[in-house]
């Protein structure tokens, strides 16, 4: 599966953006749909996922209440609503798909998020 994410940019904080993340090459049945974000010099951090099937999500602790993830079947298409964001927010965002037993091994590239102060 290929992935293309977009939407990022340059907001300033308590701002909102929503990014998009679309899938081709093959069905996403039983596929699960995450965003991972990395700043330069740190690792990778898990964001948020969905379930393709169910559209169950899953958040991290550090975005839960603010962000939203969601699919839109007919597009192919995850997105992830950013609300009140922060400064400490500012990352590469990526999306990323994996089977529902295996590992991420499909990665988009990524698409910066800058929230200034």
């Known amino acids: 599966v290929q992935l293309q994410a977009s939407g990022g940019g340059l907001l300033q904080d308590g701002d909102s953006l929503r990014l998009s993340c679309v899938a081709s090459g093959r069905t996403l049945t039983n596929w699960i749909i995450g965003w991972f974000r990395q700043v330069p010099g740190k690792e990778r951090e898990f964001v948020a996922h969905i379930t393709w099937n169910l559209g169950t999500p899953r958040y991290s602790d550090s975005v839960k209440g603010r962000f939203t993830i969601s699919r839109d079947s007919a597009k192919n298409t995850v997105y992830l609503q950013m609300n009140n964001l922060k400064p400490e927010d500012t990352a590469i965002y990526y999306c990323?798909?994996?089977?529902?037993?295996?590992?991420?091994?499909?990665w988009g590239q990524g698409t910066l998020v800058t929230v200034s102060s």
């Open positions: 990323a798909a994996r089977s529902s037993a295996g590992p991420y091994n499909n």
